[in-house]
């Protein structure tokens, strides 16, 4: 009992202020907070299983962000990732989905190494003139080659080190492709198979470091291969922090993702962070009603399939409309938002009034937080945005724990 209370009672110290934050005058950090609508009574379903995991060392938390840019790149994700997972003794889970986008010829996040061989074609949720089906990711690569690998390495640079005893593969769901198989150092494992969700769990009996797949063509039938990402995942307890983000991407890319309601379900998430309107909003002429009927729609594919997972929507950064002049739909789009968030009972956090609203982008980047194009940020301003996204995520935890000792 005396040790739980020595954590319990270390916890609630470091929630108050748990990292420095850089302070700059522009920046709102009163703003930097978790609204709800009706009252936080679903989100006490994610602290439960966090003071589980603190006190106890049981439980497990599985987040999944969708985005854009600032998602595929995996800082603003990754940042928050990492101050999930280290903020206390005993919170690393697992590493969660990955893609090799080298695939679809653009940029992979830093914090892991795919390579593969063979010839792949590539297609992205944002390429509409391309006929191709997408699942999880938002992104696909497709192979004829029989004789095609892919592995996935962790960057031996990231401050968290991450294994696994389980991988999850996310594929087209047909029935004609090759055979995806574990190299032979990966040891002895179980596999399930639904052919239908185009779903392959590998289920290792001892711990890796290296996700290395090859294919294997075993019928005449078969004749291509599809992969849409990897999870990879363990049994310990602990935070889980997924991130799908395609550069460009919109609401009506997502919604073009026919596979990824029913895909998603298979991460088991409890917590859906969504980070989108940048892209929506970078238009001359705005249409405020059709942003939420997207919006709307796409929250209410991923309840049918995850119908007791958590939502907190993002309001995206300020930004400047091809470079000239401050973007109006940003604040429209947090009012649309605001609807959203009294019909599903959810959460907002924004960045839009962290950052001081209308027109602040011109002073983040002439502090260094945003980049010349004055829509995307730099490092050091998506890192800031995800510090304070993290407090803001603490003090909720702290405002449960305070109510827990009132009762």
């Not at 996310?170 to 029935?175: I, S």
């Not at 609203?357 to 800031?384: C, I, P, Q």
């Not at 407090?391 to 109510?403: E, G, I, K, S």
């Amino acid at each position: 009992m005396l040790l739980v209370a020595l954590i319990g009672s270390w916890t609630v110290k470091a929630q108050d202020y748990p990292y420095d934050l850089p302070f700059y005058n522009f920046v709102d950090y009163s703003k930097a907070k978790i609204v709800f609508s009706k009252d936080s009574s679903d989100f006490r379903k994610l602290h439960v299983k966090l003071d589980s995991m603190i006190r106890f060392g049981k439980s497990s938390l599985n987040v999944v962000q969708i985005g854009a840019s600032h998602t595929q790149a995996d800082i603003f994700s990754g940042q928050v990732r990492y101050r999930l997972q280290t903020f206390h003794p005993g919170l690393v889970g697992s590493r969660g989905l990955v893609f090799p986008y080298r695939m679809t010829k653009t940029n992979n996040p830093s914090n892991y190494i795919a390579k593969f061989s063979g010839v792949w074609t590539g297609c992205r949720n944002v390429e509409w003139r391309k006929a191709c089906e997408l699942g999880i990711s938002g992104a696909s690569g497709t192979t004829t080659d029989p004789n095609a690998a892919i592995t996935i390495t962790m960057n031996p640079s990231n401050p968290v080190e991450y294994d696994f005893n389980v991988v999850k593969v996310f594929t087209a769901p047909h029935a004609n492709m090759y055979d995806i198989i574990p190299a032979g150092e990966m040891g002895a494992y179980k596999v399930t198979k639904n052919v239908e969700l185009g779903y392959m769990e590998f289920k290792f009996e001892k711990y890796q470091k290296v996700a290395n797949f090859r294919l294997m063509k075993t019928s005449d039938e078969q004749r291509s291969f599809t992969l849409y990402g990897l999870s990879l995942e363990n049994d310990n307890p602990g935070i889980t922090y997924s991130a799908m983000g395609i550069n460009g991407a919109s609401l009506k890319s997502w919604l073009a993702c026919e596979h990824f309601a029913s895909q998603v379900k298979m991460m088991e998430p409890d917590w859906f962070v969504i980070l989108l309107g940048t892209n929506d909003g970078f238009v001359s002429n705005f249409n405020a009603e059709q942003f939420y009927t997207n919006y709307d729609e796409f929250i209410s594919r991923i309840k049918k399939t995850c119908p007791n997972a958590v939502f907190t929507f993002v309001v995206p950064n300020d930004c400047y409309l091809f470079r000239k002049r401050p973007n109006p739909a940003t604040e429209q789009q947090e009012q649309q938002i605001l609807r959203l968030v009294a019909k599903y009972n959810a959460s907002m956090f924004s960045i839009y009034d962290c950052m001081g609203g209308f027109g602040s982008s011109k002073t983040w980047v002439e502090n260094g937080l945003m980049a010349g194009d004055k829509v995307h940020m730099t490092v050091a301003g998506y890192r800031l945005c995800a510090d304070m996204f993290f407090n803001a995520f603490l003090r909720t935890y702290d405002n449960y724990l305070d109510a827990g000792k009132n009762k």
